[in-house]
């Protein structure tokens, strides 16, 4: 990208930050005002339910003190016979206008009742089982009638005639009409889900107008009916989306015997960002506008001399050094200029000597891990051959036995140079990758299957969990069982008290991962940063070429290695390929 169009980009940038910066403000505090609104009509309503409730259950405790004030109902307290009385809660609850009455005894067997006539001599426990129904105000109850159950706001007296006690039990329904007598505010409903059965009834929400559907609404009402407290959800989207506010109604016994939903349409708030929306897109496309123009010209004054610096500084990345920039300028761009010849100039020299440094590092770190690596087995030759000459010397007569048995230990030893120089020899010229398909399960199980023995002698457990659905892989089959073999004898001596060593593989998008996981004595974060650094070992034995080598396979295969590993904790190397 010029620089050019980075600074068209970085003027458009601002000036379209700015409109969205004020559009958002202008958004932000549109929505809370909104919103402000809208919680304080949703106060309003829910003042006004619980005034109406409170005004009708007023309406109900009065009318259920006249019916237990009159004479009519002492009569049928002291009566011998209630069951002449029968019918008598229909004819005194429609006069007060009360849909639900009964006339109950002390011992709370029903005398009469309006809304189910047949229950007449049923007990009604929860009546005869409370007392103090005089400083008891209306509450909320599950109401069971002839045709089913309801909720109703009812309120209970007691008549008192000699020692006879006679309760009047009235109520009204809580119902659609309960509703309707709400005054809604515009873009507000008001539902009612009556919580009558142990399991969620969709037919028990009702509005105004009678059941509605449900929709999204059941869930919020299972949330009021699980927990028992108010919650409040946004349900919909875009101009459809509602607020509802979902309050628990409680009974007597603090049960929950319905859920009233207050909702609130967004459609008014969607509308306006809509057009705050549109708004800031018209001024946004105008400030680009003025952001090109401003960009071209500004750009024209200064990005020549930046351009032809950059045609310099590309000969040099192409290898030309002693690249030079005229300088003609004496503001930034010519600083920069002079900066730049002094660099080029620098970096000629730089490079002789860093080239030379580096190949004189290189010399010497061979030559360190040679003599290390060589040190060893040369002085058991030294001892041996010194052996031979000093039998030979003091005890000819013992010098073919020290001849077998020296020559054992010279062969021995020349073997493991020739291992060392091999090791060195091999990460030296490692092959170019054969591809070809691959699963890598089967390498993996051959490795471990290979290494049984090792395993058991060191007391570590295998484990082996191969995805059965893994994909073959472009691999060289050879090279990636060296990866598997190098890692498998790392983790075992990595556990030289024993412990478990688990070989996973598993698809990775497109390709396969391959872990293998050990419980050993694991690494610090230092050990790990350099621990596929060619000739370094955190063990006492070793070249320090293994890890390296497995990073040069899996670099070959253009995969990738990584390291997992906490002191006292295991290590994992996780392998991707593909």
């Known amino acids: 990208m010029t620089l050019r169009t980075r600074l068209l980009l970085i003027f458009t940038g601002v000036v379209v930050a700015a409109v969205v910066l004020v559009g958002g403000l202008i958004s932000r505090t549109t929505r809370e005002a909104f919103e402000r609104t809208e919680n304080q009509r949703v106060e309003a309503l829910v003042a006004q339910f619980r005034q109406e409730f409170a005004r009708r259950g007023q309406e109900i405790a009065r009318a259920v003190n006249g019916i237990a004030a009159s004479d009519r109902t002492v009569n049928i307290a002291v ?68 045709d089913g159950v309801t909720l109703a706001l009812a309120a209970v007296a007691e008549t008192h005639a000699g020692d006879r006690t006679l309760y009047v039990a009235g109520g009204q329904r809580l119902d659609r009409e309960f509703l309707s007598s709400l005054v809604l505010p515009a873009g507000m409903r008001v539902l009612l889900y009556r919580n009558l059965e142990p399991q969620i009834a969709p037919a028990e929400l009702i509005g105004p107008s009678g059941p509605v559907p449900q ?182 007569e013992q010098f073919d036995e020290v001849f077998r048995e020296s020559t054992a230990t010279l062969i021995a030893e020349l073997e493991n140079l020739k291992l060392i120089v091999g090791r060195f020899s091999d990460f030296a010229k490692m092959p170019t990758p054969q591809k070809q398909p691959v699963q890598l399960n089967e390498l993996a199980g051959e490795a471990v299957q290979l290494f049984q023995p090792q395993l058991a002698q060191a007391g570590v457990t295998g484990r082996i969990d191969l995805d059965p659905r893994l994909p073959t892989v472009a691999a060289d089959p050879e090279q990636i069982t060296r990866v598997l073999r190098n890692l498998i004898l790392n983790a075992i001596d990595a556990m030289p008290h024993g412990g478990t060593l688990a070989v996973r593989t598993k698809a990775h998008g497109s390709g396969v991962q391959l872990e293998v996981s050990d419980t050993g004595q694991g690494l610090t974060p230092e050990e790990c940063d350099r621990l596929f650094t060619p000739y370094y070992t955190t063990k006492t034995h070793g070249t320090g070429l293994g890890l390296a080598i497995v990073q040069s396979v899996i670099s070959d295969h253009h995969g990738r290695i990584a390291v997992e590993s906490q002191p006292g904790r295991g290590t994992t190397f996780r392998i991707q390929l593909g």
Do not use: C
């Open 215 to 396: 929709g999204d609404l059941l869930p919020l009402i299972e949330e009021v009916r699980q927990n028992a407290r108010e919650v409040t959800r946004t349900l919909g989207s875009g101009a459809d989306a509602e607020v509802f506010q979902a309050l628990p109604l409680t009974g007597n016994g603090d049960n929950l015997l319905g859920v009233l939903l207050i909702g609130s349409s967004r459609r008014d708030l969607v509308e306006l960002e809509a057009f705050l929306r549109y708004t800031s897109v018209v001024l946004a496309a105008g400030g680009i506008l003025m952001g090109i123009g401003l960009a071209w010209w500004a750009t024209a004054r200064v990005t020549r001399p930046v351009r032809a610096l950059a045609a310099s500084a590309g000969k040099v990345a192409a290898g030309n050094w002693d690249t030079t920039v005229e300088v003609t300028a004496g503001d930034e761009i010519g600083q920069l200029a002079r900066a730049f010849n002094r660099m080029t100039q620098e970096l000629v020299g730089q490079r002789e000597r860093l080239v030379q440094a580096e190949r004189v590092a290189a010399w010497r770190e061979l030559a360190r891990r040679l003599a290390h690596e060589l040190k060893n087995p040369l002085f058991p030759l030294q001892i041996t051959v010194e052996n031979l000459q000093r039998a030979r010397d003091q005890h000819p």
């Open 79 to 146: 009566s011998s016979d209630p069951a002449v009385y029968y019918n008598e809660a229909s004819a005194l609850g429609a006069a007060q206008g009360l849909d639900l009455l009964e006339l109950v005894a002390g011992d709370g067997a029903i005398i009469s009742s309006a809304e189910w006539p047949a229950r007449f001599g049923y007990k009604e426990e929860w009546l005869a089982g409370t007392r103090d129904w005089k400083t008891r105000g209306p509450f909320l109850r599950r109401e069971e009638l002839a």
